[in-house]
């Protein structure tokens, strides 16, 4: 199947090449035939740059995207990285917090049962 395919890619790539020779005598006159003989000559050669100035088009718009793309990544896993050193940091702080209340009710205890002892 791949064989198919590229036998295709490469009968349009004759046809096309083939076809701008053609075109290129006409316009040079080495065709040997008038130009009158092909008045849409003149559309198709139009229709043939307006499509290659979109193909150039295309592959510039699709340079700029993917920097867009890169550059959006980029920032994305600059936020990431920078949330989860914070939310270590917050669970660091959080340890800390709960190591203190359970100091602290330890001594509250402590004192409660000293004052009950008397």
């Not at 075109?23 to 065709?31: A, F, P, R, T």
């Not at 867009?68 to 917090?97: M, P, Q």
Request: with cysteine; glycine share 4%.
């Amino acid at each position: 199947m791949a064989n198919f395919y590229a036998l295709v890619n490469k009968c349009d790539y004759v046809y096309l090449n083939t076809t701008r020779h053609i075109i290129k005598n006409i316009k040079d006159g080495q065709g040997g035939v008038a130009m009158e003989e092909y008045p849409d000559l003149q559309y198709f050669q139009r229709r043939i740059q307006e499509l290659e100035d979109k193909v150039d088009q295309l592959r510039l718009s699709r340079r700029v995207l993917m920097n867009l793309v890169e550059k959006v990544e980029k920032e994305k896993a600059f936020f990431l990285t920078r949330l989860e050193k914070e939310n270590r940091r917050l669970h660091r702080n959080n340890y800390k917090y709960a190591c203190w209340l359970l100091k602290k009710n330890r001594q509250i205890v402590e004192l409660e049962s000293k004052i009950k002892g008397r």
